[in-house]
Every structure is written in C-alpha cells, then in structure tokens.
C-alpha cells in the first residue's frame, strides 16, 4: 500500500522535498536538459561513477563466464582437432560441449540484466531527486547529498523497475515464443514457405504481423510506467501504488508520453548502432590477445569477437544515453503532476462556484 499517512510531509522535508514548486520554463526536453546543465557536476559525475563501476561489474562477470567455460572450450578445441586429424566430418559443439556453454551463458545473461536492472533504477533515482530539487530552487547539490537521497528510495525503485521489467519482458517473450512457433509450423492452418516460396496471407498475418504488433506492446507498456520510478522517489509510494499513479498520470498525456518514449528510444538505438559500429575495429586486438592467452583456440577466441562490440556498445549507454533518457523521464512526472494538481483545483473551484 502507499505511505499515504500523516507524516508523509515530514519524510518530504527530511528528503528536502518541500510543498511549493518552483516552476521550471521549458517543455520536457529543454527543462531536463536544463536541469542536466544546471547540475551537470553533480548528476553527471554521478553518472560516471555508476558508468565505471558498471563497467568493472560487467567486464568481471563476463570474464568469469569465460574462466567457467575455460574447460569446454579446449575439450571443444581437441574434439574439432582430433576430427579434422582424422579427416572426418564433425560439428564444432557436438559431443555435449554445447550444454555446458548454454548453462554458463544462461547464468551470465542472468547476471547482466540484474546489474542493468541496479543501474538503471539508482541512475532513474538520482534524476528524479535532481528535477525536484531543480523545480523548487533548492540551490546547490552536491554528489554526496544526491547519492544520501538517492540510497534512501533506491530498494522501492529497484522494485518498480523489477516489476516494469517483469511486465514488458512477458510481452515481448510472449511475442518470441509465439513467432517461434510460427516458424516452426506448430501453428495449425499456418504453413511456413520453403525457400523461394510465396508466403501464404495466413503466414504473413500470423508470423510477423501479429509477433510484431504484440512485441510492440512492451515499448508503449513501458513509456505509460516510465514515471512510476519519480512517483516512488518523490511521493514515497509503494511499487505497486507508483506503477497505478504512473498508469493514472499518462493516461491523459498519453500521445506526450509516447512521443518522448520514442524520441528517447530512437536515440539510444541509435547511439547503441553506432557505438557497436565504431567498438568494431576493437575486436580484432582483442581476438588476437584470446588467441595468444588460449594458444590458438579459435571457438573461445570467436566467441569473444562475436560479444565484445555489443557488449561496448552496452557499456557506454549509461554516461552517453541515461542521463537524457532519466532527465526526461524525471521532468515528465513534473509536468503531470503539475497538470493533475492544476485540474483537481480547477475542479474544486467548479464544485464551489455550483455549490
């Protein structure tokens, strides 16, 4: 249940939250980036220490996924060897080197998105105890003071974030496994095409038009919750409550909050793309170092090729993508709420005007 008692304003002053907002100028891009400059020493540098330590986290847990799949790789190495001495035909991964690998990477994804999940709920926090310090003028901030009111809400925000991700993720899983079966023609009446065959309209309907529209059920799902992280902060909701405040708050901005979602979308996309394309040219050092530490083993050295553009690309989305994404998302909350207090006024100055 939300923490809708009586001494919710006391824990808003101890936060340095107080009643009285000072309006910011600007629309939800020009206010959050406004607020970005006006405390670029404090959120960015904030950011930058989250970014590192993320990066240290990330480049460790994938370095023990590696050390734990050390063994399966050299078994895989002398199966492929011992074939190819043999001039038998063979396939890289049989002989059960492949399960081992699948059961490491499994833990390994696991992990990442939990260190993702910490990251982008401690970095959302920070943004939004930053707009509402911008709105009500509080003056300087500190690192220290935003990370001392950021640790005081971060286990409810990691709540919420875990329950949005839960929710998007079961969408877009749900459209996978429905696409999946599509494919793998377990859906009666729908018949995949071979090669160079025309696909039936009943294929075309079902295995992309309908994978495809559900799948994009998780992105609009996610942009109505996307303030639910500023409603814990500020209002100190529960999860559950903040999640229903943010599906309230959207609700009538709903063309607003879909637009700034895709707008922040297409540009993480985009940094995304073109990170991985520039972190390219990084990955042929860094196969011929696997090679020379694994003494030629060319099945962990490709692996290692195949991961690491993604995984720089993932790695610089924190300092170059979330602070406009978690700024924006941050100053939205602000203008609904702003909005919905204006229209409850409104509407008691209406109730008394009819008394």
């Not at 993702?116 to 003028?137: E, F, N, P």
Request: charged residues 15%.
């Amino acid at each position: 249940m939300a923490h809708d008692d009586g001494n919710q304003p006391t824990r808003r002053v101890a936060d340095g939250i107080t009643d009285v907002p000072a309006e910011q100028p600007g629309g939800s891009v020009g206010g959050a980036l406004g607020v970005v400059r006006r405390y670029r020493r404090a959120l960015y540098g904030f950011t930058l220490r989250v970014s590192a330590l993320t990066a240290v986290l990330g480049c460790v847990i994938v370095a023990g996924g590696f050390a734990a799949t050390w063994d399966t790789f050299e078994a895989v190495r002398d199966y492929a060897d011992s074939n190819i001495a043999n001039e038998d035909s063979y396939v890289a991964y049989a002989d059960g080197g492949m399960p081992p690998l699948v059961r490491v990477g499994a833990v390994v994804s696991l992990l990442l998105f939990v260190l993702a999940l910490l990251v982008v709920s401690v970095l959302h926090t920070a943004y939004a105890v930053g707009d509402s310090h911008a709105r009500r003028d509080g003056g300087p901030l500190a690192t220290r003071e935003l990370w001392r009111r950021t640790r005081r809400r971060f286990p409810a925000t990691l709540a919420v974030n875990a329950l949005t991700g839960l929710a998007v993720g079961a969408i877009e899983v749900t459209a996978l496994v429905f696409w999946g079966l599509v494919q793998s023609s377990e859906v009666p009446g729908v018949e995949r095409p071979y090669l160079h065959e025309a696909a039936s309209p009943q294929y075309t309907l079902v295995g992309w038009v309908l994978p495809i529209a559900v799948g994009c059920l998780g992105p609009l799902l996610y942009f109505r919750l996307s303030v639910a992280t500023a409603e814990s902060v500020l209002e100190h909701r529960s999860p559950f409550v903040a999640l229903y405040r943010s599906w309230r708050l959207t609700r009538r901005a709903r063309w607003r909050t879909l637009g700034l979602g895709t707008l922040v979308t297409v540009g993480a996309v985009l940094v995304f793309g073109l990170a991985r394309y520039a972190a390219a040219p990084l990955a042929h050092p860094a196969g011929l170092g696997m090679l020379w530490l694994s003494d030629g083993n060319v099945w962990i050295t490709g692996v290692l090729v195949l991961i690491l553009p993604t995984a720089v690309a993932l790695l610089l989305l924190p300092p170059l993508v979330m602070p406009l994404v978690c700024a924006v998302f941050a100053r939205l909350h602000g203008d609904l709420r702003v909005r919905e207090e204006a229209t409850v006024r409104a509407d008691a100055s209406s109730s008394i005007a009819h008394g």
